[in-house]
């Protein structure tokens, strides 16, 4: 008896012993036949790069993305593998013709998993459709086009100041960034809908600021697993955190649902007649060239990019220049010069302060994270190693605005490197991403600067 019980468990223990081999000999084969086919395997990158992108993925979501890839590129060179099917280059010929105006990488998926079931001007990879949403909403971002909306910018400018110098003479201190955020809110509202937000009246942190506050992190991780998303959605079950994710999409639609709805209104029961940004949308929808969702879409992403990019960007520039006397004090000279009542054409001469702002751009651009394009048709050839179609390529201004050659001691916060650009700096200088551009920013930060220029705010932070 006891004979064939020890004849059956070494048995089993053979069996055993002989399925983990099988399955460790099929395993080592697939990987083997696997990397033979893998047409990326040549290209620099961490050994796990090759199987996983669950560490740059890890990365994204602990908001370390980009200097995790910088540190990359700076162990492999300009090129560096982070995923089984995505590469990152630095290399700035190879940079241009992926963002080339030709437009022949389009954007990948991942743009649209950001926020699922919403395709815009931002998101959509439809290079045809991309093409015509842009022609409707950028020519109002050009600089005479942006001329028209001065008056409502500059007095959106001039109540955040006020602001911002009663919270600091009843606190001590200002929360710049929520008053940035306060009004570049109120400008995108007025600028694209015809109506501020009235956050700057309202001065309180309402459920849509909360939002916009959140949208950053909700994005990445929609992005970073979007089966997980996609999945929960359709089973329709009731999980806590997907369920914040699932009403926070929910309040995302519905704030530019109910803007569009203010616009009309405002049209329809008050004559308004003043242009938008949206204005060529307004009459495309109308004659059906753009359809509501496309619309509501837009205006989505419009509420969203255009807020606190601007505003984080604000924020930085004042945090820097606070920070940095010699700077600080440089600037102020410049603007106590200027005439009281200052328009924004006087700030043409204001050479030191567009410095400033493009040391802001280049130091903390705002969004610091590779922009994937994808591979198009027939592959392409980049920093000396073939891409096939349909794999992705990415470039991160992170990296690129660090780049010693073009920018000695890049950490170094030193608006007076833009006195004589070079060449090498301009062609790495990317904040806006590959050939978009805005302009915003620009006009915002040129009249707000001046006013902290008059020195009370200014000193309330240093
Ligand atoms: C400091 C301010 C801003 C910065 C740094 C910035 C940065 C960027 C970047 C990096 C992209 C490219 C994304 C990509 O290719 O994947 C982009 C796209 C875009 N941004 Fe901004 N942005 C700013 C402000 C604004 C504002 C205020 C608006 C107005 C609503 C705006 C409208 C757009 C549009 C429409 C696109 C899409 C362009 C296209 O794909 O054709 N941006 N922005």
């Given amino acids: 008896m006891n004979t064939s019980m020890d004849t059956t468990q070494e048995l089993l223990k053979f069996n055993h012993l002989y399925s ?24 620099p990158g961490p050994w796990y790069a090759r199987w996983t992108g669950l560490v740059a993925n890890y990365h994204w979501v ?26 990152y280059i ?18 990948t998926k991942w743009y649209l998993d950001l926020v699922p079931f919403v395709e815009n001007v931002f998101t959509t990879p439809d290079i045809v459709r991309h093409r015509r949403m842009r022609r409707l909403i950028s020519s109002p971002f050009s600089e005479s086009g942006l001329k028209a909306f001065l008056p409502q910018i500059e007095q ?22 929520k008053w940035w955020l306060f009004m570049t ?20 942190v309402n459920q849509y600021i909360a939002d916009l506050q959140t949208n950053g992190a909700m994005s ?112 102020l000279r410049e603007l106590e010069v200027l005439p009281d009542g200052f328009t924004y054409d ?13 040391e802001t751009l280049r130091r903390f651009p705002i969004i610091p994270a590779g922009l994937p394009r994808e591979v198009p048709k027939g592959g392409a050839d980049l920093c000396g190693y073939h891409i096939p179609a349909g794999y992705t390529v990415a470039v991160q201004n992170y990296s690129l605005h660090r780049d010693p050659v073009a920018f000695p001691d890049p950490e170094k916060f030193d608006p007076s490197r833009w006195e004589n650009p070079t060449q090498a700096m301009k062609n790495a200088f990317m904040p806006w991403g590959g050939g978009s551009r805005s302009d915003l920013l620009r006009t915002t930060s040129r009249k707000a600067g001046t006013s902290i220029g008059d020195g009370s705010v200014l000193q309330s932070f240093s």
Avoid at 162 to 173: D, I, P, Y
Wanted: charged share 30%.
């Fill in 346 to 358: 006087d700030l043409r001469h204001a050479p030191y302060l567009d410095r400033v702002i493009d």
């Fill in 62 to 87: 602990s908001g370390r993305k980009p200097s995790y890839i910088h540190e990359l590129h700076q162990k492999y060179g300009p090129i560096v593998r982070v995923s089984p099917r995505e590469v």
């Fill in 220 to 331: 990445s991780y929609r992005s970073a697993f979007p089966f997980l998303f996609q999945f929960y959605v359709r089973l329709g079950i009731s999980l806590p955190f997907f369920d914040k994710a699932r009403e926070f999409s929910v309040r995302e639609k519905n704030y530019a649902t109910e803007s569009l709805q203010r616009h009309k209104d405002l049209v329809e029961k008050e004559g308004l007649d003043k242009p938008t940004l949206f204005t060529k949308a307004y009459e495309a929808q109308s004659n059906e060239s753009l359809t509501a969702d496309e619309l509501r879409d837009n205006a989505q992403g419009f509420i969203t990019a255009g807020s606190d990019t601007t505003s984080n960007t604000l924020s930085y520039l004042v945090w820097s220049v606070c920070r940095n006397p010699e700077v600080k004090s440089k600037l």
């Fill in 90 to 107: 630095t290399d700035l010929e190879a940079v241009r013709r992926v963002f080339s105006i030709k437009n022949e990488f389009p954007k």
């Fill in 156 to 177: 959106k400018v001039d109540l955040v100041i006020n602001c911002m110098e009663e919270e600091s003479k009843t606190r001590g201190v200002a929360d710049i960034y």
């Fill in 185 to 204: 809110t109120d400008v995108i509202g007025e600028l694209s809908f015809g109506e501020s937000f009235r956050m700057l009246e309202s001065r309180k």
């Fill in 20 to 43: 983990w081999s099988a399955f460790g000999l099929v395993t080592i084969l697939l990987f083997f036949i696997s990397s033979l086919r893998d047409p990326l395997s040549n290209i």
